[in-house]
Every structure is written in structure tokens, then in C-alpha cells.
């Protein structure tokens, strides 16, 4: 899926028509995925909320909403495939597909980073990397931050902080001059929001955690309450005849 959007965003390079059959391409995968995973939505009111799935299903929402504004913009503004779809050109329905299209670059980060471990373990698997390997832990992580680095260093490339403002941009890649770099500054953009959802939901972790261990009680006061728990439970009760028998 992460390739046909990829493809979908080379525009100026495949023209209308490729643009046209990767994005029904992609939009038949990404129904096949919501089916897969329609439990998720049966049992979205169901169990108990902490931070992390407040955080998360709020999130996926927000992206459904935005798949649903770009399969509705795509038919409306198509060309050639839904061009006998009885709908006019509009301006600013185009700008609308395009912004909802830069945002779902940075909601696909979001959503690997939500998925963080089943991405590493794909990652590790393919590479051959035992999971407790040190070492290829390391080059990982290495990678990783290489990949923020190189995505942050290619926004202005991109102009991607307009495009994501909802502001018009005259920054269109030239494919005659190069290619390969279009497609490498784009994987790598996705790569920064990945990660910081990625440690941020890490740190969602901890709080619930912190929060308990402040009202536990200490490990001295817990032992003393556990001994004197104990100590009663080891000396029997006294009856009337026992309290007899001591006055006499």
C-alpha cells in the first residue's frame, strides 16, 4: 500500500492516468484492510479507555475521515477513470484532494508508529536479525534516526510544511532532472512522525505505571503490615474459659 501511495504522489512524473489506477489500487487494499480489521470498529465502545486507546482511536478515526474526503475528492476531480461521474471540475475540491493526500503521508507515519514492534519484527525478520541481537538492535535504531535526519533535512525539498498548511505551493519536483530522490525524501518524511509517535506512546506507557507505584506504600511499611497481619493470625483467641481459668 505504502508503494501505490508513494506512486500516486509522483504525479508530474506518471501523469493523470497512473495516477488515476494506483489510487483505485490503493483505495481497494485499504477496503480489504478496514475488513480485515472490523472488529476494531464493532468494538470501538466496548472495554475501558486509557490514555494510549483514547489516543489511538481518536487517531484512527481522524484517518478514516480522511480516506472518506480523498475517495470522495478522487471521484469528483478524476479525469479519466470516474471522468463519466456527473460532477464539474472544481478548484478547490482538487486542492482539497492534494492536501488530504500530504496528510495521509503523515498519517501513514503515525499509524506505523502506533504498530511500532510489528514493524521492527517484520524489519528484523527480513534482515535476518535475531530479536535479542544486540548489535542489530543498534543498527536499527541507527537507521532510524538516520531516516528522521534525512526526512527532516528534505522538508524544505518537498515544501511539505506548505503543503500541509493548506497554502499553495509552486514547489513541484522536477522528475527530469532527478527521481530516485523524490521517492527516498518521501519514505524518510514518513519515517520522523513514525518515530515520535513511536516513544511517544512509550511515555503514554509509563504514566498509568508511575501513577500506581506513588500510591503503593513503601516496601518497610508493606512488611511491617504484613508481619503484624501474620503475628494476629498466629495467636488464637481467647475464650471465656481460657480468661476463667488465668484469674484463678
Not at 470501538?44 to 486509557?50: D, K, T, V
Not at 498548511?165 to 522528475?175: D, H, R
Amino acid at each position: 500500500m505504502f508503494s501505490l501511495l508513494l506512486l500516486s504522489l509522483a504525479y508530474w512524473w506518471l501523469e493523470n492516468v497512473a495516477h488515476e489506477i494506483f489510487g483505485s489500487a490503493l483505495f481497494l487494499l485499504l477496503a480489504w484492510h478496514f475488513s480485515m480489521n472490523r472488529f476494531w470498529f464493532a468494538n470501538l465502545f466496548r472495554g475501558r479507555y486509557n490514555a494510549r486507546r483514547v489516543v489511538v482511536s481518536a487517531f484512527h478515526l481522524l484517518l478514516a475521515i480522511n480516506m472518506l474526503v480523498l475517495l470522495v475528492t478522487s471521484m469528483i476531480v478524476s479525469k479519466s477513470l470516474f471522468a463519466f461521474l456527473p460532477f464539474p471540475d472544481s478548484v478547490p475540491l482538487r486542492d482539497l484532494h492534494w492536501f488530504s493526500a500530504y496528510w495521509l503521508m503523515v498519517a501513514v507515519g503515525i499509524h506505523l508508529g502506533v504498530h511500532w514492534s510489528r514493524v521492527m519484527t517484520m524489519t528484523r525478520t527480513a534482515l535476518g536479525i535475531a530479536p535479542r541481537q544486540a548489535r542489530g538492535v543498534w543498527v536499527l535504531r541507527v537507521a532510524t534516526l538516520a531516516g528522521c535526519g534525512l526526512g527532516l533535512w528534505g522538508l524544505p525539498a518537498l515544501d511539505l510544511w506548505t503543503k500541509l498548511t493548506f497554502n499553495f505551493s509552486l514547489n513541484f519536483w522536477n522528475f527530469n532532472q532527478s527521481v530516485v530522490p523524490f521517492f527516498v525524501y518521501w519514505t524518510a518524511a514518513v519515517v520522523v512522525p513514525a518515530t515520535v509517535t513511536h516513544y511517544g506512546i512509550t511515555a503514554l506507557r509509563t504514566l498509568p505505571r508511575a501513577s500506581q507505584t506513588s500510591w503503593q506504600p513503601s516496601p518497610t511499611k508493606s512488611r511491617q503490615t504484613r508481619d503484624a497481619v501474620v503475628r494476629r493470625r498466629e495467636i488464637p483467641a481467647l475464650t471465656a474459659e481460657d480468661v476463667h481459668h488465668e484469674g484463678s
